[in-house]
């Protein structure tokens, strides 16, 4: 096996632009429709529409000006660790930075573009030693980068970042061992690292995986000197790109959502058996939207990046390869990886063994794949012993498919249904793609591949049927939600003025929104109710589903449960005009129209309370349990819940709630609530980039509560001296603080970053030193060399 780099001159240029503009002219037909439609940026679907555009237009703002503390972000949360995993250590969103952050709407499309340029280029490299043929690297670039998973995760966007990354970790991580070349590795380490530590977990997981098999399959020999340098560059890349690792470490420990073991079966079966099904037909047919399940109904299918989809050549090059070469690497790399995607601890191994299922490793076999495809399509003697067989079996069960809208069934009525996918034309739509390139790849291979022009009839063809089904991808994601958010842009982006105008800046208060889009807050830069982020301070996990309120991914309290808007200090609801009669609809008491802009009718909150106010009473865990879920927050418009320790040590300043006093959740006593605790309100209350300032002026000493999410990463001064900040309402704050006037000062600092950061910095100059070295030693090998 010549494992050597090949001494063509490289055509990575070529690799890049030719993704780069076939993303470009994918992209291009969506951008005219929402152009012609409402003069706007492109708008996609789901979490592209709901985060990652004003993720990034925030983080970009946010990051100029400065600032530790999001008040934008949900109840309010450390800027780092809500944006570490979504883009704050992704280069591309450093370089957006280049642009003002109101451009950045318009920059997502370029980004994505480059995105899946680099993810090709990076492709190619890696394959040149492998594939060993320029115009077959250059194919496996190409289907990389326009591979399902690739496609599937335009809708995550930040996903692509990952996708465009890794290729580069796994060729140095080649020129490393087969080459001997030293010092690129921990580069690509880091930044794999620091671009997105969830997925860097995957990527260890796979490199391990991947030096294993390249042992077995005896294409890398490793020798103990060798083995020690390159354990040696592997910690010091860990330890450049760790700037963000412990802080979101340390936050995600007190997570729920990333402490979710396996039990019993869960290691072994998955729950469903559809979900096995949803698995195998992954790599035989085009993906459909992330949001929609079409053939398999059960099971964990919507939003998990389940596709190994290749355009037009599908797997068919991969199972002639396992076949024709059963003891390379890549077999034995696609196999295990075959076994991990069935088996669910094996699966989730790729995620900290968390039981929450994803596909979302698949980018790395897929890789592999691609390079094993090229490697069979530019070997005439292999290909044809093996792809016949291989095609055959590839149209075999692409087109079983049709059994799933053909077989008899019953609705949810009883009545009779011919199959059983959830919608026929949209079934029929991505067979009738997919069988097409199982059919138009068998008649090129059958017609073309003995020609002079073979490669070129295949890029070329791989190119169009890119663009063919990603635009049928596109379509299928993008148009089904046209209506929906046909007004993205005029609820955000065009408001931010006109709400800046609307609502008044005198104080510090929250918003709620009805009938609108997610994260409003981000937009108006004001903290808001209704949010969507899945890494937001962890004591938001611990409130709300106290509060009756389910908090995964987003933050989304019921209407209805009135008690949480005086407690937080919701002072305006913005309600969608579209919406407004279901409002009405809603009877709610205390909220007045108070004005309306272009997109949205403003509602005052008539029991609005400033932030920071005091109480008479303490109630415990065990009585306010007594209560139901989304009444509870009533109660707490009236009693501060304290541990046994905090009743202890406050003994003197609350009472203990009167026992018959929880039965009393009248709207009557809730207004009334609302108003003695205004009556108590801090002087002002001010909320900064780093935390908050608050003025009080009570005549005795007293406890006073913030609806802030407790946080280690907080400290608190009273006068300038440092008080205790005490965790009350299962995940809010309090402070101590004494008679007459005191100012209250709280500073937030992300916990574990100042470690992580000195950490990186050596890394980084041990990494200087290191280059310095392998440079000087370079330079003397040459020198050495007779002339």
Same mark, same amino acid.
């Given at each position: 096996m010549?494992l050597t780099?090949?001494?063509?001159?490289?055509?990575?240029g070529?690799?890049f632009?030719?993704?780069?503009?076939?993303?470009?002219?994918?992209?291009?037909?969506?951008?005219?429709?929402?152009?012609?439609?409402?003069?706007?940026?492109f708008?996609?679907?789901?979490d592209?529409?709901?985060q990652?555009?004003?993720?990034y237009?925030?983080?970009?703002?946010f990051?100029?000006?400065g600032g530790?503390?999001s008040w934008a972000?949900?109840?309010?949360?450390?800027f780092?660790n809500?944006y570490?995993?979504?883009?704050?250590?992704s280069p591309?969103?450093?370089?957006s930075l280049l642009v003002p952050s109101r451009?950045?709407p318009?920059?997502m499309v370029?980004l994505?573009?480059?995105?899946?340029?680099?993810a090709?280029?990076?492709?190619?490299?890696?394959?040149?030693?492998?594939?060993?043929s320029?115009?077959g690297? /250059?194919? $496996?670039?190409?289907?990389y980068a326009?591979?399902?998973?690739?496609?599937?995760?335009?809708?995550f966007n930040?996903f692509?970042?990952?996708v465009?990354l890794?290729?580069y970790?796994?060729?140095?991580?080649?020129?490393a061992?087969?080459?001997?070349?030293r010092g690129?590795?921990?580069?690509w380490?880091a930044?794999?690292?620091?671009?997105?530590y969830?997925?860097?977990?995957?990527?260890?997981?796979?490199?391990?995986l991947?030096?294993l098999?390249? /042992?077995?399959g005896?294409a890398?020999?490793?020798?103990?000197?060798?083995?020690?340098?390159?354990?040696?560059?592997?910690l010091?890349?860990? $330890?450049m790109?760790?700037?963000?690792?412990?802080?979101?470490?340390?936050?995600? *420990?007190?997570n729920?959502r990333?402490?979710d073991?396996?039990?019993g079966y869960g290691?072994?079966?998955y729950?469903?058996?559809?979900? %096995?099904?949803?698995? /195998?037909?992954?790599?035989?047919?085009?993906?459909?939207a992330?949001y929609?399940k079409d053939m398999?109904?059960?099971?964990i299918?919507?939003?998990?990046s389940?596709?190994?989809y290749?355009?037009?050549?599908g797997?068919a090059?991969?199972i002639?390869f396992?076949?024709?070469r059963?003891s390379h690497p890549?077999?034995y790399?696609?196999?295990v990886?075959?076994?991990c995607?069935?088996?669910? *601890?094996?699966?989730? $191994?790729?995620?900290?063994l968390?039981?929450? +299922?994803?596909?979302r490793?698949y980018?790395?076999?897929?890789?592999?794949?691609?390079?094993? @495809?090229? %490697?069979?399509l530019?070997? =005439?003697?292999?290909?044809?012993?093996?792809l016949?067989?291989a095609?055959?079996?590839?149209?075999?069960?692409?087109?079983?498919?049709?059994a799933?809208?053909?077989?008899?069934?019953?609705?949810?009525d009883?009545?009779?249904q011919?199959g059983?996918?959830?919608?026929?034309?949209?079934?029929?739509?991505?067979?009738a793609?997919?069988?097409l390139?199982?059919?138009?790849?068998?008649?090129?291979?059958?017609w073309?591949?003995?020609r002079?022009?073979?490669?070129k009839i295949?890029?070329v063809?791989?190119?169009s049927f890119?663009?063919? +089904?990603?635009t049928v991808h596109l379509?299928?994601?993008?148009?089904p939600?046209?209506?929906?958010?046909g007004?993205l842009?005029?609820e955000t982006?065009d408001?931010?003025d006109?709400i800046?105008?609307?609502l008044?800046d005198?104080?510090?208060?929250?918003?709620?929104a009805?009938?609108?889009?997610?994260n409003?807050g981000?937009?108006?830069?004001?903290?808001c109710l209704q949010f969507?982020?899945?890494?937001?301070?962890?004591?938001?996990?611990?409130?709300y589903?106290e509060?009756?309120?389910?908090r995964d991914?987003?933050?989304?309290?019921?209407?209805?449960?009135e008690?949480?808007r005086?407690? /937080?200090?919701?002072?305006?609801?913005?309600?969608?005009?579209?919406?407004?009669?279901d409002?009405t609809?809603?009877?709610?008491t205390?909220? @007045?129209?108070?004005?309306e802009?272009?997109?949205?009718?403003l509602?005052?909150?008539?029991n609005?309370?400033?932030?920071g106010?005091? %109480?008479?009473?303490?109630v415990?865990?065990?009585?306010?349990?007594?209560?139901?879920?989304?009444?509870?927050?009533?109660i707490l418009?009236?009693a501060?819940?304290l541990d046994?320790?905090q009743?202890? #040590?406050?003994?003197g300043?609350?009472?203990?709630?009167?026992q018959?006093?929880?039965?009393?959740?009248?709207?009557e006593?809730?207004v009334?609530?609302c108003?003695?605790?205004?009556a108590?309100a801090?002087?002002d209350f001010?909320?900064?980039?780093?935390g908050? *300032?608050?003025?009080?002026a009570?005549d005795q000493?007293?406890?006073?509560?913030?609806?802030?999410?407790?946080?280690d990463?907080f #400290?608190?001064?009273v006068?300038?001296?440092p $008080?205790?900040?005490?965790?009350?309402?299962?995940?809010?704050?309090a402070?101590?603080? =004494?008679?007459?006037?005191?100012?209250?000062q709280?500073?937030y600092h992300?916990?574990g970053l100042a470690?992580?950061?000195k950490?990186?910095?050596?890394?980084?100059?041990?990494?200087a030193?290191y280059?310095?070295l392998? +440079?000087?030693?370079r330079?003397?090998n040459?020198?050495a060399?007779?002339?």
């Open positions: 010549q780099l090949p001494t063509e001159k490289p055509r990575y070529r690799a632009w030719l993704c780069f503009l076939l993303a470009a002219a994918l992209f291009l037909p969506h951008c005219i429709a929402d152009a012609v439609a409402g003069g706007g940026y708008h996609y679907a789901g592209f529409n709901d990652q555009i004003n993720f237009q925030y983080a970009n703002a990051v100029k000006q530790t503390f972000t949900d109840l309010g949360s450390g780092v809500s570490s995993f979504y883009l704050l250590g591309f969103f450093w370089l451009w950045m318009w920059m370029p994505l573009c480059l995105k899946m340029a680099l090709g280029g990076g492709a190619y490299l890696w394959a040149r030693r492998w594939v060993r320029e115009d690297s /250059l194919l $496996a670039g190409v289907l326009f591979s399902g998973f690739t496609v599937y995760n335009i809708f930040h692509l970042d990952v465009a890794f290729p970790m796994l060729a140095s991580l080649d020129d061992v087969l080459d001997g070349k690129a590795f921990p580069f380490v930044l794999n690292l620091v671009n997105n969830f997925f860097f977990a995957g990527q260890a997981v796979f490199l391990i991947y030096f098999c390249m /042992l077995a005896r890398y020999k490793v020798g103990p000197r060798s083995f020690a340098a390159l354990a040696g560059e592997t010091l890349g860990c $330890a790109g760790c700037v963000l690792l412990i802080p979101a470490g340390l936050s995600l *420990v007190q729920p990333t402490i073991p396996f039990d290691y072994l079966v729950g469903n058996s559809q979900q %096995y099904g949803a698995i /195998l037909y992954s790599a035989f047919l085009m993906p459909d992330p929609f398999f109904h059960e099971g299918l919507k939003h998990t389940m596709t190994a290749l355009p037009l050549v797997v090059g991969g002639a396992c076949r024709g059963r890549f077999t790399i696609l196999k990886c075959i076994l995607a069935f088996v669910p *601890v094996l699966n989730s $191994a790729f995620y900290a968390n039981s929450s +299922y994803y596909a490793w980018y790395m076999p897929v890789l592999v794949l691609c390079g094993a @495809t090229a %490697y069979v530019f070997r =005439p003697h292999l290909a044809e012993q093996q016949p067989r095609w055959r079996l590839v149209a075999l069960v692409t087109l079983s498919a049709v799933f809208a053909l077989v008899p069934a019953t609705d949810e009883g009545n009779f011919l059983v996918v959830d919608l026929q034309p949209r079934f029929w739509g991505i067979f793609v997919s069988m390139g199982v059919l138009l790849f068998w008649f090129l291979w059958r073309g591949h003995t002079r022009s073979w490669a295949l890029l063809s791989v190119l890119s663009f063919l +089904y990603g379509s299928l994601t993008k148009y939600q046209w209506e929906t958010d007004d842009i005029a982006y408001s931010v006109e800046d105008a609307a008044p005198d104080t510090f208060y929250r918003l709620d009805y009938g609108a889009h997610n409003l981000l937009w108006f830069d004001r903290s969507f982020n899945s890494t937001v301070a962890p004591s938001i996990m611990e409130f589903p509060m009756g309120v389910t991914v987003n933050s989304k309290p019921d209407v209805q449960n008690g949480l005086g407690l /937080l200090s919701v002072r305006y609801t913005l309600v969608a005009k579209d919406s407004n009669e409002w609809g809603e009877a709610l205390g909220w @007045t129209q108070c004005g802009t272009s997109a949205y009718y509602y005052k909150n008539d609005w309370v400033p932030m106010f005091t %109480y008479d009473y303490y415990t865990q065990e009585q306010l349990e007594t209560v139901p879920e989304e009444e509870r927050a009533r418009m009236r501060l819940l046994e320790d009743i202890e #040590t406050y003994a300043l609350l009472t203990p709630l009167p018959f006093q929880l039965d009393d959740r009248s709207t006593r809730y009334a609530d108003s003695d605790r205004r108590t801090a002087v001010t909320a900064t980039r780093t908050f *300032v608050a003025h009080t009570y000493q007293e406890l006073v509560f913030f609806s802030v999410p407790y946080d990463g #400290t608190a001064t006068n300038g001296v $008080a205790k900040i005490e965790k009350v309402d299962n995940g809010l704050m402070i101590l603080v =004494p008679a007459g006037e005191a100012e209250i709280c500073t992300t916990p470690l992580s950061a950490i990186s910095l050596a890394g980084v100059a041990v990494y030193v280059l310095l392998l +440079y000087r030693k330079k003397r040459l020198n060399k007779p002339c």
